[in-house]
């Protein structure tokens, strides 16, 4: 699983850099908060060879997904994250974050799918008890199995009671009011 994260790491962070080979990037990389721009910049760094190893692990990963997941389940289940929406500390919004440890356990339970490139779908499935946050199931399967994936996230949403989480920001009422 370790490579996977590695994989899916190199290969985000080259396409990042790719796309900032663009006229558009030294105009706006700015705009872009420093965890981007120190993640950008570090996607520059990887090698064409690192990123043709990756790439044989995304092979890898996807003969596993297939050989030893799908030839038996319809559907991958799991979290949709690793832990609640993290408290978002004073400075963040104005100075940006990077926070490895809090992203990797956010996305603990994306890193196979995505780096595969396999639809999947996260849907909420109740709270936690004491900040009544949103927790979720990601629900994945077989390239063009996509019907399967939405019949069993519509039969799982059937089953929440909506409630608002202790902090809410409406932000279509905020965005009418603009």
């Not at 060879?49 to 003969?63: D, G, S, T, Y």
């Not at 297939?66 to 038996?72: A, D, G, L, T």
């Not at 991958?76 to 940006?96: E, M, N, Q, R």
């Not at 994936?149 to 905020?174: C, N, Q, T, W, Y």
Request: glycine residues 6%.
């Amino acid at each position: 699983m370790e490579e996977t994260k590695v994989a899916h790491a190199i290969t985000i962070l080259t396409e990042l850099a790719a796309g900032g080979t663009s006229r558009y990037y030294d105009r706006f990389i700015n705009e872009f908060t420093p965890e981007t721009q120190i993640n950008a910049e570090l996607g520059r760094s990887i090698t064409s060879l690192e990123f043709l190893h990756a790439q044989k692990v995304r092979r890898f990963a996807m003969e596993v997904l297939y050989n030893h997941v799908f030839s038996k389940v319809d559907v991958f289940i799991t979290p949709g994250t690793g832990c609640t929406a993290p408290k978002i500390l004073d400075g963040v919004l104005s100075y940006g974050e990077s926070n490895l440890a809090q992203t990797t356990n956010l996305m603990r339970f994306i890193y196979h799918g995505n780096l595969c490139g396999i639809p999947g779908v996260v849907v909420p499935i109740g709270y936690s008890r004491r900040e009544k946050l949103p927790i979720s199931l990601q629900i994945q399967a077989p390239h063009w199995d996509e019907d399967i994936i939405l019949g069993v996230a519509k039969s799982l949403e059937s089953f929440v009671v909506r409630e608002k989480p202790m902090v809410f920001f409406d932000i279509m009422e905020m965005a009418s009011k603009e």
